[in-house]
């Protein structure tokens, strides 16, 4: 990326997006560096979840979902998630590998749920109804085919540590997409 996501000169885009309630995936990670010897325009700054904040706000009919879940500021994007209906993250790449050791942190990062502190984002439909905070992500990966399994147990292992419900669970594993792509369940 060249620009943060929300320069206005990507708006066009947007404003697209909006009037025909598209699905747009954006990606919020580390880029990797290619060419360590030669100069590179490119900065993982730009991407940063923080920017789809706006875009989900003035684009309210578009839905947002994030890669990499903000790796490594998941903390900005389970906020930035919880405060917008139209914004997800999936856990996709490194995330769940790196979390490995410490994947009951995500509680933290998506405590809404566990609270008795009700605000503007109890009163947002949530996919199905479910309160759970976790709701806020849908598989993801950026794997090969072949290793998709692999991605799935780790998924399975964030349950766990979580103590996410089946219910949330299967919105996570695509439920949630099913909602958002109008397909039957």
């Known amino acids: 990326m ?35 010897d030669e100069p590179e325009d490119v900065a993982s700054g730009r991407i940063r979840p923080i920017y789809l904040e706006e875009m989900a706000r003035r684009f309210p009919k578009m839905t947002v979902v994030g890669a990499h879940c903000g790796n490594p500021e998941y903390e900005w ?5 919880r405060w917008n209906s139209n914004v997800f993250f999936d856990l996709s790449g490194s995330t769940l590998t790196k979390m490995h050791a410490r994947l009951a942190e995500f509680q933290k990062m998506f405590w809404w749920s566990v609270t008795e502190w009700h605000s503007a984002e109890w009163t947002v439909k949530t ?20 290793e998709i399994e692999s991605v799935a147990n780790q998924y399975q292992a964030m349950f766990e540590a979580c103590d996410i419900p089946e219910r949330t669970r299967n919105m996570i594993m695509g439920g949630t997409l099913v909602k958002m792509l109008g397909l039957p369940d």
Do not use: C, M, Q
């Open 2 to 36: 060249k620009k943060p996501y929300s320069d206005p000169s990507y708006f066009p885009v947007y404003e697209l997006a909006n009037r025909y309630g598209w699905i747009v995936l954006f990606y919020t990670g580390i880029v990797l560096r290619e060419k360590f």
């Open 77 to 81: 994007a389970a906020e930035i998630s």
């Open 127 to 146: 996919p199905n109804h479910d309160p759970s905070a976790f709701t806020k992500i849908v598989f993801g990966s950026d794997t090969e085919l072949n």
